[in-house]
Every structure is written in structure tokens, then in C-alpha cells.
């Protein structure tokens, strides 16, 4: 008998982008899916914590340090309708300010 084990989780990650646009899958950021141990093109499932929907598809690294969690393809249509951006306000010197389009907007400085 096979057993499906989870062997690494990214607890309660924010989705930062949705691409309608590309094939499918999730992109994380690679420094994230090492610390968990997730492999490119491993299969993954994401559960949306609001709505308790679940899908299941396949990894690929970002950028290590960008923070990314992009959903791709028909994953996206799960998120895009919810998406809210982040505006963030910069000075004359491209300081950020504020922060809006976060659970918390919030002043910066």
C-alpha cells in the first residue's frame, strides 16, 4: 500500500499574483519551497483558508527572496475574482509611504 505523506507545507502564504495567461501550476518563491523541502514540478495542493476550496497542481521556482506565490492557468480563475492589489505610495525619491490594498493599510516610516 502507497501512503501519501506531506513532507513540507508553506503555512498560510498570501497569493501575491494570478496569470490567467500562463499553462498552469504555482510559482513560489525558491528559497520558500527549499525551507519546506518542495521540489520543482512536485504536485502541491492549495487550500484557500476563506473558502476551504482546495485544488491540486505542480510547483515552479520564483525568484528566491521575492516572496512570489503566483497562481498559473485555471488556478488563477480561483483567485482572480478575490484578488485585491497592493498599491504602494512612494515619495519624491521612490520611498514607500503607504501601503494599500493589504488586510491592514498601513503607513510606512
Not at 494570478?18 to 502541491?44: C, F, K, P
Not at 519624491?92 to 488586510?103: A, H, Y
Amino acid at each position: 500500500m502507497l501512503y501519501t505523506m506531506m513532507h513540507g507545507k508553506i503555512h498560510r502564504a498570501t497569493v501575491t499574483e494570478a496569470n490567467l495567461e500562463y499553462m498552469g501550476s504555482v510559482t513560489i518563491d525558491s528559497d520558500l519551497m527549499q525551507l519546506a523541502g518542495i521540489l520543482q514540478g512536485e504536485r502541491v495542493q492549495i487550500v484557500d483558508n476563506n473558502s476551504g476550496s482546495r485544488l491540486e497542481t505542480y510547483t515552479i521556482a520564483g525568484a528566491p527572496g521575492s516572496g512570489v506565490i503566483c497562481l498559473n492557468g485555471a488556478a488563477a480563475r480561483l483567485e482572480a475574482l478575490s484578488l485585491v492589489p497592493k498599491v504602494v505610495m512612494v515619495d519624491e525619491n521612490n520611498k514607500p509611504m503607504k501601503v494599500r490594498g493589504t488586510e491592514l493599510e498601513r503607513e510606512i516610516g
